[in-house]
Nanobody, 123 residues
Framework: QVQLVESGGGLVQPGGSLRLSCEASGRTFSNYAMAWFRQAPGKERESVAAISQSGISPYYRDSVRGRFTISRDNAKNTVFLQMNSLKPEDTAVYSC????????????????WGQGTQVTVSS
């Protein structure tokens, strides 16, 4: 199955930006819908953004719409999450997920997970 490795997390001040990357290997990347999830301490994991195999009609949760952008480069087997205007409430471990369908990617059902990368927004 596909393997996923995230990178790009770190510490950033409120209002700052980060770009997360998730590189896939092991299977044909373009066959998978991709998503980003996050989990803050003491909270349940939640979906942040998702993108179909073709890259059209991305999904965003309401709290990040207009600030985050999901994109993919099928030639580089990579999905990105550009995060702007970061807020302290965006602090979480961010994980990417690969799924056979966009629906599965949105719900996190039957997906393959990466190991996660920590994003901390603090002054």
């Amino acid at each position: 199955q596909v393997q996923l490795v995230e990178s790009g997390g770190g510490l950033v001040q409120p209002g700052g930006s980060l770009r997360l990357s998730c590189e896939a290997s092991g299977r044909t990347f373009s066959n998978y819908a991709m998503a980003w999830f996050r989990q803050a301490p003491g909270k349940e994991r939640e979906s942040v953004a998702a993108i179909s195999q073709s890259g059209i009609s991305p999904y965003y949760r309401d709290s990040v719409r207009g600030r985050f952008t999901i994109s993919r480069d099928n030639a580089k087997n990579t999905v990105f999450l550009q995060m702007n205007s970061l807020k302290p409430e965006d602090t979480a471990v961010y994980s990417c997920a690969a799924a056979a369908t966009l629906g599965a990617a949105l719900t996190g059902t039957g997906v393959v997970w990466g190991q996660g990368t920590q994003v901390t927004v603090s002054s």
